[in-house]
């Protein structure tokens, strides 16, 4: 518990309370979708594996969409 306390208190500066250094380390803008890039070490056919099973989800969804109900504020799933 004393090292999560020193960590935070180094990162406080002068004049900033400990909820004002949390909310800045929390803040802190998440990494871009290009920071990964590289991370899966996958070949080739992986690749198109992973893509072409995307490429058949989303054509699936998209011919469910116009079956969906119109008014979805009485689905009983997304209450009032």
């Known amino acids: 518990m004393e090292d999560a306390y020193r960590l935070l208190k180094s990162q406080k500066d002068k ?13 802190n803008d998440p990494k871009s979708f290009l920071d990964y890039a590289g991370v899966l070490k996958i070949t ?13 989800l989303r054509r699936h969804s998209t011919r469910k969409l116009p079956k969906l ?3 979805l504020k009485n689905y009983p799933i997304f209450p009032s």
């Open 69 to 71: 109900p119109k008014n």
């Open 44 to 56: 080739e056919q992986e690749a198109k594996g992973m893509h072409d099973t995307v490429a058949s």
């Open 15 to 27: 004049g900033e309370s400990f909820s004002d250094v949390i909310r800045k380390v929390c803040a």
